[in-house]
């Protein structure tokens, strides 16, 4: 007896949960994704020029196949994956499937409301920590804790984790992206200063945001303005000074012309004085 064996159809992005039900832990992490958004796009587009990149804010990053479904899943609070498109047949992606694209993302970060505890779990097939490190195989993993204003990197060396030394600017180099990753007090959306997690390039250069970047460029254009302002007020006060010495020395010319007649009509010729 012949038996026929039918084909396995593992479920892609469109089949599986985009949302495991539970809300965000605080208010800062929307902008701080955000941030970390915004500010690095303009660096990917450098490194891909195609366009072949996608940025995971909070969506499942799914592992295994699972009862119920969301089980199998990660959502770390940023990642970013190189050489993949955005879109997938016409659409943004539900969520990203291993087992159907088979490239891990180059970083994930986790936001740290708590102590810290779920984000460092390493129990086989349960802790975030052990899944990043063993299954989903991310080469950068970073924890940012938000009430310590810190941040732990480590890098996958071997297959295991090893928790990087920050550099002189205090920054952790993430070097596949030529960046940096530190944390930067400052003002965004907030009225306050407060810290957030910020990229840098490898010179320790801030990387800004949108926002950031239309004001750099109003101010450079207002500098340039009153520069050239300045430029105008110099040689219109130029111009002035031109004027004024031609003014005197018409002046003096019509003194000296007087003089002369003056010499002359009492018989006197100037030219003899000279």
């Known amino acids: ?3 026929e064996a039918k084909s396995l159809s593992l479920p892609d992005h469109t089949q599986l949960p985009d949302s495991d039900g539970t809300f965000v832990k605080n208010f800062q992490e929307h902008p701080q994704s955000i941030l970390l958004t915004d500010s690095i796009v303009p660096r990917l587009q450098e490194i891909h020029p195609d366009g072949q990149y996608c940025i995971g804010q909070d969506c499942g990053i799914y592992w295994r196949l699972t009862e119920p479904t969301e089980r199998g899943a990660e ?3 940023w990642f970013y994956v190189p050489n993949v498109p955005p879109t997938l047949n016409g659409e943004l ?3 990203y499937v291993l087992w159907k694209e088979l490239l891990a993302p180059l970083i994930v970060l986790e936001f740290v409301s708590g102590d810290g505890e779920e984000e460092r779990e390493r129990t086989p097939y349960e802790g975030k920590f052990w899944i990043y490190e ?4 991310a080469p950068y993993y ?3 804790e938000v009430k310590k204003a ?5 890098q996958l060396v071997g297959g295991r984790y090893e928790k990087m030394s920050p550099n002189s600017r205090g920054h952790y180099p993430i070097e596949p992206m030529g960046v940096e990753l530190g944390i930067w007090r400052g003002y965004f959306i907030t009225l306050e200063e407060i810290p957030w997690l910020r990229w840098w390039d490898s010179l320790g250069n801030l990387l800004p945001t949108g926002n950031e970047r239309a004001e750099a460029e109003s101010l450079r254009a207002e500098a340039e303005s009153l520069r050239a302002e300045a430029e105008s007020q110099r ?3 130029e111009s002035q000074r031109a004027e004024a010495e031609s003014q005197r020395a018409e002046a003096a010319e019509q003194e000296n012309a007087r003089l002369r007649e003056q010499l002359l009509a009492l018989g006197v ?3 003899a004085l000279n």
């Not at 810190?150 to 480590?154: C, I, M, P, T």
């Open 1 to 3: 007896m012949v038996i």
């Open 75 to 77: 959502a770390p609070d």
């Open 93 to 95: 992606r539900h969520s």
């Open 134 to 137: 063993n299954v989903i195989h």
């Open 142 to 144: 970073g924890i940012y």
């Open 150 to 154: 810190s941040v732990e990197v480590y």
């Open 235 to 237: 040689a219109e006060a």
């Open 269 to 271: 010729n100037s030219d």
